[in-house]
């Protein structure tokens, strides 16, 4: 068997100190194909994705999954042998010169001068074969799915968009935090927090009647839902913090929107002060606005090899290819454009819903929550675009949100709030102005039940106590945010290892 | 009360299209000391960090927790009714010209024109008292310690790592992806792995006689205790793949090293075949120490202002000034030396152990584990530094481990591996060459009681079976390396809110 040692001359582009050298990869097929350094030596490690046998020459080509597009590799004659034992899947080692194509597709390629089988792959029991798959399938072959383009992409995508958004929220003065997972909140007791199980007894090294099932952390724990009131402590010293972490939700209810372990970023920040809490709710919408502009706008991500691969990836689309590239370019142009996007307040939307003179399945009353259908009709049909809706009823948000200054002739109360609906995505972000005065916030939570003197939401109230001052955050789902960046229907296809009720793979 | 509207002017150092300035906010303090615009207009929001009233004029220390180093603010007179309001820890909205600073310890002051009081800090009842707090006081005051010097700095530091780490495995053709918290695996029944809850009945729509505590996900659920087997199905589609992930593990042993929530470091790559695995782990050890030079020995973190502020903040430490300083200098000169760390393997270690002719708790002997006693005496006696060990015995390390082949004169059997040992620290991080061959691997889970058939790690095998390839990987406690480069000795003083053994606050 060949032995091809590390080479310096390996390293494609790149002159090195023998110490850096020493720590060095060799470039991966996306680095030897975005600096390419015609007629020098290049060895990668790759699988297979596809391979054309001829009489004297065979095409291949290569990836590595660091770029949808593969390397072409031409194999001579003189490697038939070896050339034989390749199928779609092979794992290779594959040594040789890089040099200008002849060909229309790409270049450059690669002329093969040694190749090793590295791995195998059975072309009768293979699970990825070459057609195209369903979803469900490749759901039930989650352990091999990301060797598919569009999984792959996604996979891609999402790292895109972390270190996207991990350099403008730099760039704004921002620190990124770990909150933790494990809290003692159970979501108010929603029902919607999984909760961590009691340690089993027997436990070593405890007397025998205090043998029984007891809890790791003598209360229970939960996995949180949301990072918020942990990102709001740090605020307090920190001032700009966010995070993207996971988040879980036990939610029974199986959608295409919906995860029981997804990633969420969530973002919380001090405000200058002001005697009108709306212009913070629309400063924070502004923010979030120049968040997603700033970090999908980028024409690496929106012109990248990935979006276009993930737009393009539709064999079992149900969708039409017009109405695909629709609803693409409404994407593009919501990030690309100057305009601002548009704002209206819970109030404004209610009244339209029932202008609209539609039939809706749940009844539209000021007052009640927006449903899927509303929300839906709002952002496609009445503006047909990103739209913020802003201001709804305390009665039904969180008692944590600042309740608004009353507005003559309406004598509702609402809080400063908003949600951010996507067309085809619902909700893809939510965030308030939080209530930093104490006495506010006292009354806030005894009308939910809630004690802000107490054990449980004694620190949060210190927050106030202590030097508060006004403050704003928001979360937005970072697998909705895939989704609607790549024109992906569902969640489960925006994360690597989806988890669901009643489904948990690997 | 004042109001101060938003204005283009505050947003030192940048010229803004009104797009952009849409959604820009206003400087921190740390961007108003980094690119000081003398003579201009500056607004912030910040906690009063000192504050000292003379006759006339009074001189404060503002924070908003961008920096270690405040914003030096001047009251003249006029202002002397509001500054009688302000305590250490009040929050305040100042507004006023940055000028040159007469006094020595800063280049530039600002003179303050306008205050607003946003939230009181009551000095009698403050939990952060100027004095200094003990480690064991502030973790019970979990949410109000990143206002101190040394938890902020430690935040900031974990930020300035995760960017750095970023940014290094960028570089070298990584792709950072979001593995699973919630597995299917148990740590192979070692009973350190957290167990999702089963949830309660009554559920609603379920028939009384099927209302029953029932698994959300069919079967049992865990919290991940590493993320590696994951990591490598995405390795063995997209290559180069690496995590920052929580982690857990239900360990009742409380340590100032272990944490039951903590994160990790991990990353899975392919790498390049040889007949040699020996020269793999070599390669492993090489890339690693690259990863910790390459990040930790930016001078913007090495010398920066965070790690200064780690390393002075000592009030409560058992360890002298002068031993403090040896350690720091050990640490720098780890990571800015261009000599090799060194390595040894498992066999010399013991050997070592045996010569130095010490008392040992646990006794040294081929074919146990490494104790932490004697970890340390390797480290920081014998070799005065890191120290990788390497190929430990096969039957104290876990199934996915590549055998090593035999060496002439010692028959026992090893496997591809290593940990990192740091002075202080203990084991910082540990890795292998995972077994390719899937007959071998096979094998290596019989011999450790598992079916690699079955259910539970047929995917796993599939890697293999579906061409498998030669891949490596190793993974790095984070919070432990936090301890390491910003000197502190417990890991419940690296992470923001720590969780052990009977504790979690918040």
Redesign the interface.
């Known amino acids: ?1 060949p ?4 080479h310096a001359s390996l390293c494609v582009g790149r002159s090195l100190s023998t ?2 050298g ?7 097929i ?2 030897i194909l975005t600096s390419p350094q015609v007629n020098e030596n290049v ?1 990668v ?3 297979v994705k596809s391979i054309r046998k001829q009489k004297r020459i065979a095409f291949g080509v290569l990836s ?3 770029s949808p597009v593969g390397l072409q590799a031409v194999f001579q004659q003189e490697l038939a042998e070896r050339v034989k034992e390749i199928t779609n ?3 290779v ?1 594959v040594r040789g010169k890089l040099v200008k194509s002849p060909g229309s597709g790409q270049d450059n390629e690669l002329h093969v001068e040694e190749i ?1 089988i ?5 072309p009768d029991t ?3 074969q070459k057609q195209a798959l369903t979803p469900e399938y490749l759901r039930d072959n ?3 799915r ?2 598919t383009d569009a ?2 992409a996604m ?2 995508l ?2 895109l968009l ?2 996207g958004l ?1 350099r403008y929220f ?1 760039a ?2 921002f ?10 909140g159970d979501a108010e007791g929603g029902g919607e927090a ?6 089993p007894p027997p ?1 070593e090294h405890v007397p025998f009647e205090d043998n029984v099932e007891r809890e ?4 229970p ?1 939960y ?1 949180t839902v949301s990072h918020q ?2 990102l709001e ?2 605020s ?5 913090v966010y995070t993207l ?2 988040c ?1 939700r ?1 939610e ?1 209810g199986v959608t295409r929107r919906h995860l ?2 997804f ?1 969420m970023l969530e973002a919380e ?7 009108n809490p709306r212009s913070q709710t629309a ?1 924070l919408c ?2 979030l ?3 997603i ?2 970090v999908v706008g980028d024409t690496a991500i929106i012109h990248g090899d990935d979006v276009n691969v993930l737009w393009r990836h539709r064999e079992h689309d149900s969708v039409s290819e017009a109405d695909r590239q629709k609803r693409r370019d409404t994407m593009v142009s919501a990030v690309t454009t ?1 305009a ?1 996007w548009p704002k209206m307040s819970y109030s404004d939307a209610v009244r339209e819903l029932l202008k609209s003179n539609r039939e809706w399945t749940y009844p539209v009353r000021w007052g009640n929550a927006l449903q899927s259908e509303h929300e839906k009709w709002l952002c496609e049909e009445l503006v047909g675009g990103p739209l913020f809706v802003t201001d709804y009823p305390a009665g039904i948000k969180p008692f944590y949100m600042r309740a608004n200054p009353p507005i003559a002739g309406e004598d509702e109360e609402t809080v400063g709030c908003f949600d951010l609906l996507m067309p085809h995505v619902g909700e893809l972000a939510g965030g308030s102005v939080r209530e ?1 005065r104490i006495d506010d916030l006292k009354a806030s939570m005894q009308s939910k039940g809630m004690d802000m003197e107490g054990d449980r939401y004694g ?2 109230g ?9 403050h704003v955050g928001f979360g937005m789902g970072f697998e909705r945010l895939v989704g609607w960046v790549g024109g992906i229907d569902n969640v489960r296809e925006c ?3 989806p ?1 669901w ?6």
């Open positions: 068997m032995v091809f040692p590390f110490a850096a020493r720590f060095r990869l060799p470039p991966t996306r680095q060895a490690t790759a699988w590595d999954g660091s899947g092979t794992s080692y090793e590295l791995g195998a792959c059975d293979y699970p990825i989650t352990h091999l990301a060797r999984i792959a996979v891609r999402r790292a972390t270190r991990d730099e704004q003065g620190l990124y935090a770990h909150t933790p997972v494990l809290t003692s999984f909760r961590v199980a009691p340690l436990v790791f952390f003598t209360h724990a996995l009131l942990h402590a740090l307090s010293a920190l001032t700009r972490s996971p879980f036990a029974r029981a372990e990633w920040w001090g405000a200058a002060p002001t005697e400063a502004d923010f606005e120049g968040v502009k700033g100057d601002p930093e620190w949060y210190d927050l106030r106590r202590f030097g508060g001052a006004p994360i690597p290892m988890r009720a009643g489904r948990m793979l690997l």
